[in-house]
């Protein structure tokens, strides 16, 4: 009987010391027993239309011109970009291979025309309590040295400024994918609050810095931003294929300007500028040396969301 008892309480005891190591183990990793939750898609496009069609209109919305149309609106899209935005098939459309292609042309007369769509949705949001995951597999223009002036986008608006455009960055814009003049690289963004300076720093806004992705322009990477409302402080976190390269919590700046630019819902973008403030940064552009019919490319994007945390 005694060794029976004996035996049970090792028994017990090899099971808990088990749990313990498991518990440890999962904590350290960054995962616990409650990382249980899974994403649900609630949107997406695989660009998988004809040869040279335009996108759905059912999904997506042309930009046009070289900025919003309205009383004030600032000009060039308000980044001193120079070419004008086109809905033409020349600039925007599906390849027949699953693929967007966004192209950046230099006309005979020296000026650049290019693509700008966003999502006819405005209602992409992070549940409270949950998250919103925005994720694009996307090739920059592979221009090699010629990409000066080039500045390729993949970003989220706060549903507010469709129809505004003049309350930016309160309603908060999250730049997820931009490089400048083929450098190999990309940059994630926060804009909110007011301009200039402001909590956010604008014009600049709470960025990455430079992120090396070393055949960003030879291949299909994914670019991923996840709005997290399941943890406090609340944060936004940017993926490169998969791997954390940047976060901002809702701690670093005042809680109405986190609140106005992050707890609301928002709209998709993509688009290709040339030249303006970025390339301007890095050495300017568009010049003699740069080379027309350089694309963005989109394999697809997908938007998820959860009710819950979740280990990503």
């Known amino acids: ?39 649900t898609q609630v949107w997406g496009d695989e660009f998988n239309g004809s040869a040279n069609s335009g996108v759905n209109n059912s999904d997506w919305q042309y930009d046009t011109g070289h900025g919003y149309s ?33 192209k950046a042309i230099r006309g005979t007369d020296g000026n650049w025309t290019s693509g700008r769509i966003e999502t006819q949705r405005t209602d992409f949001a992070a549940p409270l309590g949950g998250q919103l995951k925005i994720t694009a597999s996307l090739q920059q223009p592979n221009v090699a040295a ?42 994630a963004t926060l804009h909110c609050g007011v301009v200039p300076g402001g909590p956010c720093n ?31 402080p609340e944060q936004i976190r940017w993926k ?37 403030a970025l390339p301007m940064a890095f050495g300017g552009g568009p010049n003699s040396t740069t080379v027309s019919d350089g694309s963005l490319m989109v394999d697809y994007i997908h938007v998820y969301t959860t009710s819950g945390a979740t280990v990503e």
């Open 1 to 39: 009987m005694r060794k029976l008892m004996k035996s049970a309480s090792s028994l017990i005891l090899l099971t808990f010391a088990v749990m313990l190591v498991l518990t440890i183990s999962m904590r350290f990793s960054g995962h616990s027993l409650a990382d249980t939750v899974t994403w």
């Open 70 to 102: 309205c009383s004030g609106c600032p000009a060039n899209w308000g980044t001193g970009e120079i070419e004008s935005m086109s809905n033409s098939t020349a600039n925007v459309y599906q390849d027949g291979q699953g693929h967007l292609v966004i």
């Open 146 to 187: 010629g990409a000066a002036g080039y500045w390729p986008a993949f970003w989220m608006l706060g549903a507010q400024f469709r129809g505004n455009y003049l309350n930016w960055p309160g309603v908060g814009e999250v730049s997820i994918m931009e490089d400048a003049n083929g450098r190999s690289s990309e940059f």
């Open 202 to 232: 604008e014009f600049t806004g709470l960025s990455s810095g430079e992120q090396s992705c070393p055949d960003c322009q030879s291949a299909f990477h994914t670019y991923t931003v996840i709005i997290d409302r399941s943890v406090s």
């Open 240 to 276: 490169l294929d998969g791997r954390n390269i940047f976060s901002v919590n809702a701690s670093q700046v005042p809680a109405d300007v986190w609140s106005a630019a992050v707890d609301h819902s928002f709209l998709i973008g993509f688009n290709l500028a040339m030249g303006g």
